[in-house]
């Protein structure tokens, strides 16, 4: 390992946080032009002039625009992200165990579905235009177009109402103990599974096919190499950077987009948080929580870019 | 032969005779499962109810921006928790009428306005101490208070002084209000230790469940508070809880998969299936929420009343019943009031549909063109349906109805109550006087048909003093006519409540105040074994 690949990583990382910073500014500045004065939508119907102006001077609404900003980013700086307007709760520890459902969630299906996506994916390489091959794609194409919320409701037919294996309501706190916690996400870690599966398990395929076509490829089947063995030695570390890509994409939306299945199997993450405090125009929750998912899709970016630099021995190796 | 279907029952009750065994012996004795069902529940309820066990409700309307304090209490999850941890000072009686809770009674002058509320002697609060007058006169005046925004300020408005004397406290009114009982029924009134002025949001209450677990728009959970003053008749499971899930169909698969005994808002379309499932019930009560399609009595066209006339007279009722509500609901009579009120004069015309007369009527108020009708998905369920619906029957009387459908989100804000016809639900108060002052007085800031009427202002505040019922009732009955013949509202129909609960769970009673037998489900209820 030499200096330039530190260097491309270092570079990665700074730029990130260079586009953080202007997600931030985008974020703040969206939610400035929304219609509505956030003292009007706290108080309400009832809000006479003195409470209005009253509130305005308390939440600092008089300032400049560019002043409350630096406000705002010197506090998540510092891990304080205010209080929610509509509960004042204080937004850091509400969204601090959501989050934590959220990526345990996130994390339950990544680990069923990646490696399985890329297994699938090799198998369907070695089999390719075989049964096998349409076999595997068919069903994942399958199970990716069913939207989402239908397979949940397959998953709570079949597994919590038929068979009652399964609970159909996954809401954990704080206190559940991690084998129940495990037990209460396996119907909605399946649903997860199953969307994102096909995407990452296709582009494994058309990437390790695409290197499949090398002329280094034909050496290896001329040297008498078993079909598996060549795709797994020489076939797919060259592919690792489209599907990491891939991979990291489908993290990503494991995060921040399941809103559906958590409504669904009524599990306490982000997503519905969000929804909550949008529908009740709570702009620091908002605000908030759009910073920490723009984070997690820049961040899960960078590992993606990182990621393929390591694997690429003409980057870790330069002239 | 009804003899021994006692006896069998009281065994069932007495748990040494499976309540599928009754079933059997009964068939037996040729009676209709329903009756036999029923004649079960009835000894059941006579056997008395089963402490023990945790009773569950999977609810909808809860969002993870709800907080404890009474006064932010908007949608029906903190409306049930509340029936479970506090207690108000009178409730509404499943039969009409105030059951009282810590007011132990109410009388009034003679004039209407000034009431005295004795108030009941060893109540407890959950940090151990007992209720005062004091704590009763800062609790309503919190929430008369401008500043606590709470929900029932409307309905305290005409309050004008509070004062505790002796065990008692005396309230003075600026107008006289022959209801101000039920007013005090408001589910935001619960009554909190010094009001709530230290901590609004403690979850302190006299309910028979002390609050252990509050998680907004996920979980709320209660331990039975070991102190309550009649833990007879109310909290009988050792714990119960309230799991928000606002999905329909993942609420419905958890009372079949046995994860809650209890859902709300079971949808009229699947009602039919549900009733179907072993072990489940469906509690459907009728109850005073509408689904009005408001007109505007102040702008063209609606300023008329031929056309108003035409286009009440252009609703198909019956129709839009079964297909909206599959039954579960009574047609309306273009007021917003039913026989579930008291004071009801049940001697009113139905309105019928009648495309000929609208059509006269149409013709006769000389508009030309189409007319434009708002709807949303958020109006009520079914609201674009019924739009769609009422079109066709407006086509039969040659009457041209354009339908637009609104975003859900800001219909509240920008079309209803804002546009001259649009659709809209009214949940119903629990009492007429509270209807009409809410949304048909013309200074009522949801007056949202317009409906200016000076001699009607008068009328309502006629019948509000009025201690004599039978004059106040008469009142009413004339005010119905007018709504009826002159309002700008068309009433297809009143929905009803539709519940269900799971296997085992007995003591249920229909309300027709609020969903979940007034959101008392959780606390009247218990789990038989």
């Given at each position: 390992m030499s200096s330039p690949i530190l260097r491309l990583v270092a570079q990665r990382i700074l730029l990130g946080l260079v586009l953080l910073f202007a997600v ?86 990544a680990?069923?579905?990646v490696p399985?996506?890329v297994?699938?994916g090799l ?77 990452m398990?296709?582009m494994t395929?058309a990437a390790i096919?695409n290197v499949?076509?090398s002329a280094y490829i034909?050496?290896a ?10 795709i797994r030695k020489h076939a797919f570390p060259n592919a690792i950077a489209p599907v990491v890509n891939v991979v990291m994409l489908n993290l990503a939306?494991?995060i ?38 723009a984070a997690v899709y820049i961040t899960l970016n960078i590992v993606a870019d990182i990621a393929a630099i390591v694997a690429n021995p003409r980057l870790r190796h330069p002239k | ?529």
């Open positions: 931030s500014v985008l974020i703040f500045a969206g939610t400035q032009i929304l219609p509505g004065d956030v003292a009007q939508a706290i108080l309400g119907q009832s809000a006479t002039p003195e409470a209005l102006a009253n509130l305005r001077e308390q939440l600092g609404l008089n300032d400049p625009a560019w002043l409350r900003y630096v406000h705002w980013l010197w506090g998540i700086l510092h891990g304080d992200f205010g209080t929610a307007q509509s509960s004042g709760l204080d937004i850091a520890s509400s969204i601090g165990t959501r989050l934590k459902n959220t990526l345990f969630l996130a994390a339950c299906a680990i069923v579905a399985l996506a297994i699938l198998i369907a390489v070695r089999y390719r235009n075989g049964f096998v091959d349409k076999l595997i794609s068919g069903l994942a194409l399958a199970s990716t177009s069913f939207p989402e919320f239908f397979i949940g409701y397959v998953l709570i037919f079949v597994f919590a109402v038929h068979w009652q294996i399964f609970p159909s309501i996954s809401t954990v706190d704080d206190s559940t103990p991690f084998l129940e916690r495990l037990q209460a996400v396996v119907l909605p870690a399946t649903a997860l599974t199953l969307v994102v599966l096909a995407h398990m296709r395929r096919l499949m076509q034909e050496t089947e001329l040297k008498g190499l078993k079909p598996f063995d060549i939306y494991l921040v987009g399941v809103v559906v299945v958590e409504v669904i199997f009524v599990y306490p993450g982000m997503g519905q948080y969000l929804v909550d405090h949008v529908a009740k125009r709570d702009v620091p929750v908002v605000q908030a929580v759009g910073l920490i998912f | 032969m009804s003899n021994e279907l006692d006896y069998l029952s009281r065994r069932v009750a007495a748990g040494k005779l499976s309540r599928r065994d009754f079933l059997g012996r009964a068939a037996a004795l040729g009676v209709t499962a329903t009756f036999a069902n029923s004649l079960l529940s009835s000894a059941v309820r006579a056997a008395g109810p089963v402490k023990g066990g945790t009773l569950k409700a999977g609810l909808q309307g809860g969002e993870s921006t709800n907080s404890l304090d009474p006064a932010t209490f908007l949608s029906q999850v903190p409306f049930a928790f509340g029936k479970c941890w506090g207690e108000t000072l009178v409730e509404l009686a499943p039969g009409g009428g105030v059951e009282y809770l810590i007011a132990e009674e109410i009388g009034s002058s003679k004039d209407a306005k000034t009431w005295t509320m004795k108030i009941r002697k060893g109540v407890q609060f959950h940090n151990g101490k007992e209720v005062t007058p004091d704590d009763v006169v800062a609790t309503l005046k919190r929430h008369s208070d401008e500043k606590s925004k709470s929900g029932a300020l409307g309905v305290l408005k005409s309050i004008d002084t509070i004062k505790a004397d002796a065990g008692n406290v005396v309230v003075t009114l600026k107008d006289p209000n022959a209801d101000l009982p039920y007013l005090m029924a408001d589910y935001h009134l619960i009554i909190q230790p010094n009001g709530g002025n230290d901590k609004p949001d403690a979850g302190i209450g006299t309910g028979p469940y002390k609050v252990t677990v509050n998680q907004p728009g996920v979980k709320h959970g209660g331990e039975r508070f070991a102190n309550y003053w009649q833990a007879d008749k109310y909290g009988h499971a050792d714990q119960v809880e309230i799991i928000v899930v606002n999905d329909p169909t993942a609420r419905m698969a958890a009372l079949q998969g046995g994860q809650v005994n209890m859902i709300n808002r079971v949808e009229p379309k699947i009602v039919d299936l549900v009733k179907r499932l072993p072990g489940v019930t469906i509690r459907a009560a009728s109850g005073r929420g509408f689904y009005p399609f408001n007109m505007f009595c102040d702008t063209a066209p609606f300023d008329n009343n031929d056309l108003r006339m035409a286009l009440k007279l252009a609703m198909d009722r019956e129709e839009m019943l079964t297909k909206i509500l599959r039954g579960y609901g009574e047609v309306g009579n273009d007021m917003p009031v039913n026989k579930a009120y008291p004071l009801f004069a049940d001697d009113f015309e139905q309105r019928k549909f009648d495309p000929e007369k609208a059509a006269a009527l149409y013709k006769k108020s000389g508009h030309s063109g189409s007319i434009l009708l708002r709807t949303s998905d958020v109006a009520f369920p079914g609201a674009v349906d019924a739009a769609q619906l009422y079109q066709q029957s407006c086509a039969k009387a040659g009457i041209k109805i354009e339908i637009k459908r609104e975003p859900g989100d800001g219909y509240w804000t920008e079309v209803w109550n804002k546009q001259p016809f649009s659709l809209s639900y009214w949940g119903g108060r629990p009492t007429q006087d509270q209807m009409y002052s809410t949304a048909y007085l013309s200074t009522a800031d949801w007056n949202d048909t317009r409906f200016k009427r000076p001699d009607f202002d008068k009328m309502v505040l006629a019948a509000r003093g009025e201690l004599d019922e039978a004059k106040r009732k008469k009142i009413y009955r004339d005010m119905g006519e007018i709504m009826r013949d002159e309002g700008g509202l068309i009433v297809p129909f009143f929905n009803q409540f539709v519940d269900a609960t799971g296997k085992g769970v007995e003591g249920w009673v229909d309300n027709p105040a609020q969903e979940l037998s007034n959101g008392h489900a959780l606390i009247e209820c218990w789990l038989q074994a």
